[in-house]
């Protein structure tokens, strides 16, 4: 890992001037100049020294990925979006009877919302007695979700809440967490989350098999 003299948070997570990473100058300036920064400003929420980020902004070096996604969290924005990709058109509409069920330890998932945004939404069945759906949870993001049939136990931290049909909950996923079913046949939820798209991001459901849900 390459450091630099300049003080500061930054370089750890800086890019070598060979990354094979397209430009994200011209996106830099922008995203700052729309959210109403000065460059000293951006630096301090970005935990970069000014000096670092001009260097950005002006093309002089090159982020790495660790330190795109920091940026992209700093203007609420997506990495996609500062490597200037275009993406395409989403359909805002998912009909019933769509993409299928997909199934993990368990758990059976259907998407509920498009594919490739910084929000997803599914509808889960959580099947009652299956431990692994009741692993502790700790990553980046939000979740909420919403009983639709049967009884959820939610532990937010210390605290174990019992959910009935209707009930909604709106947390931090920072907060450790874990869900379970609490009755016989199982419970069913809608559920969204805006999770980083990062590796370190890991779902609360269905116990992390390679069957379940991709993050956004």
């Given at each position: 890992m390459t450091t630099g003299s300049a003080s500061g948070p930054e370089d750890p997570g800086t890019g070598a001037e060979g990354d094979e990473l397209p430009s994200v100058a011209p996106q830099l300036r922008d995203l700052r100049r729309r959210a109403g920064l000065t460059l000293e400003a951006?630096?301090?929420?970005?935990?970069?020294?000014?000096?670092h980020l001009s260097r950005l902004e002006t093309g002089r070096r090159q982020p790495s990925l660790p330190l795109l996604l920091g940026l992209a969290r700093t203007y609420g924005?997506?990495?996609?979006?500062?490597?200037?990709?275009?993406?395409a058109v989403a359909d805002p509409i998912v009909r019933a009877g769509g993409p299928g069920a997909r199934e993990a330890d368990g758990w059976t998932?259907?998407?509920?919302?498009?594919?490739?945004?910084?929000?997803?939404?599914?509808?889960?069945?959580?099947p009652h007695g299956r431990s692994q759906g009741e692993l502790v949870?700790?990553?980046p993001g939000e979740e909420w979700l919403y009983v639709l049939a049967g009884r959820l136990r939610l532990h937010l931290g210390e605290t174990e809440h019992l959910l009935e049909p209707g009930d909604s909950a709106h947390f931090d996923s920072l907060t450790p967490h874990r869900i379970g079913a609490a009755t016989p046949g199982g419970a069913d939820l809608l559920f969204?989350?805006?999770?980083?798209?990062?590796?370190?991001a890991g779902l609360c459901l269905g116990g992390g098999a390679s069957g379940a849900p991709a993050h956004p």
């Open positions: 951006a630096a301090a929420r970005a935990r970069l020294s000014p000096a924005t997506t990495v996609s979006e500062l490597l200037g990709e275009t993406p998932y259907w998407q509920a919302g498009g594919s490739g945004r910084g929000m997803q939404a599914l509808r889960v069945h959580v949870r700790v990553h969204v989350h805006t999770l980083l798209q990062s590796s370190l």
